[in-house]
């Protein structure tokens, strides 16, 4: 298991053109394990009221049983796809998205950020929504709908049900502590 690799170009370029022939594409490395330091990565649309943020966010680095693209890649391909979409928009509420860097470990990321907050940009995030692993190939409209969740967590699954629904899906009520 390796988490990542780096190529040259004509590397990659057998590689596509064998998975392109459906041939087994193999690439063999020699890989080591360190510690290293991270970053999260924070990305942010100003919104056009002052003190309303909604922010979404996804993890950068993966679990040894699944390396690489495989635990996380959907979160970060919709945060980026959300970003495309938003692009050249002024919505009201400002949007943050954060990539989160050393979260299968302990949320470090995350956890670092929060505790970097004032108390007032704490209170200005409206709604957090993470949207770690959300693709599957047996995956379901499910939406978080967990008793002695934070405020507004209601109002967020209310908003994410619905829109579900608009796109003709049904949504599943999700309690995670059940």
């Known amino acids: 298991s390796i988490p990542a690799a ?9 590689l596509v053109a064998a998975a392109e022939d459906g041939e ?3 690439l063999v490395t020699d890989a080591h394990t ?15 009221a002052d003190g309303q943020v909604i922010m979404l966010g996804a993890h950068l680095d993966s679990v040894i049983d699944g390396p690489g693209i495989n635990d996380n890649g959907s979160g970060v391909a919709a945060l ?16 943050r998205m954060a990539f989160w860097s050393g979260e299968e470990l302990g ?7 929060v505790a970097t907050l004032a108390q007032s940009e704490k209170d200005a995030i409206l709604v957090y929504a993470n949207v770690d692993m959300i693709a599957s190939p047996n995956g379901f409209a499910g939406v978080y709908d967990e008793p002695g969740a934070a405020v507004g967590s209601a109002t967020a699954s209310e908003l994410l049900g619905a829109a579900v629904t608009r796109n003709g899906g049904t949504p599943v009520q999700v ?3 059940g």
């Open 175 to 177: 309690n995670l502590h």
């Open 6 to 14: 780096a190529v040259s170009q004509g590397a990659a370029e057998a």
């Open 80 to 95: 980026l796809e959300i970003a495309r979409a938003l692009g050249g928009t002024r919505p009201q509420a400002t949007v």
């Open 34 to 48: 360190e510690q290293a330091r991270t970053r999260t990565v924070l990305a942010e649309l100003p919104g056009s």
């Open 24 to 26: 087994p594409a193999r």
């Open 107 to 113: 949320l470090h990321g995350s956890m670092r950020y």
